[in-house]
């Protein structure tokens, strides 16, 4: 079975409204769409926003689904040269606000646990190839992840890499994804840019385009998993 994992509801909607023959599994106050899509067993859930939600719903989703890969979907901010629009495969993932670096670690660093969190090179190679069947504008980037809208770049000074895109979530999924063994990849389409005069109104203008278009990547991804199985 495939997961897909969306904070928000116009990150997933289309995608459960896709799906064939679907049930839903309510756990721990999240509805979870059972069905299938081009003949794949699929399950979809919007986890909420933030990184506790995010964690959270993708362990309920580990331990009650049979996943074999889980996908990140959804909309961020950019940085590092990036469009509205744009798609962003993301390759390593870190939390811009875990600093413990009073203690000797660096910014970002999980103790113990280490500073990033990768997607499945596989995976991320096959959106890739994808991407590019589509002409479709993307960047293989960094994602990092935290608990606030940011709007200034200073939330990422001090990472000991560059970041494409900011967001809410996919750190906490990578993280639980690899405590439980299982592939993931994080697919992010730019909504706004970090300090732009006009963020907040690109976001509000952009959203549901974005969310849209990310879905519809997602939706190429499972075609080519379905011709290829």
């Known amino acids: 079975m495939i997961g897909v994992i969306g904070a928000m509801k116009v990150e997933v909607n289309n995608i459960c409204k896709a799906l ?18 081009y003949n794949l067993p699929i399950v979809v859930v919007e986890s909420g926003i933030g990184k506790v939600n995010a964690a959270v ?22 940085v590092s040269g990036v469009k509205p629009l744009d798609l962003v495969i993301g390759k390593d993932l870190v939390y ?52 606030l809208f940011a709007t200034k770049k200073e939330c990422i000074n001090g990472l000991d890499m560059q970041i494409t895109a900011v967001e809410m979530e996919g750190a906490a999924i990578a993280h639980t994804c690899k405590m439980f063994n299982i592939p993931f990849i994080s697919l992010r389409v730019i909504s706004d840019i970090l300090e732009s005069n006009e963020q907040a109104i690109s976001f509000n203008k952009v959203e549901s385009e974005a969310a849209n278009k990310a879905v519809m990547f997602v939706c190429e991804i499972l075609k080519k998993i379905s011709i290829d199985k």
């Open 96 to 147: 811009h606000d875990m600093d413990v670096s009073a203690l000797g670690y660096k910014k970002g660093e999980v103790p113990h646990e280490g500073i990033t969190f990768s997607t499945d090179e596989k995976i991320r190679n096959l959106c890739v190839d994808i991407a590019k069947e589509n002409n479709i504008n993307y960047k293989v980037g960094n994602i990092a992840s935290g608990d």
């Open 57 to 78: 719903t993708t362990a309920i989703m580990c331990e009650n689904f049979d996943v074999v890969v889980i996908i990140n979907t959804g909309v961020a901010g950019g």
């Open 20 to 37: 064939t023959s679907y049930e839903i599994k309510q756990i721990a106050g999240r509805d979870f769409y059972v069905g299938n899509l």
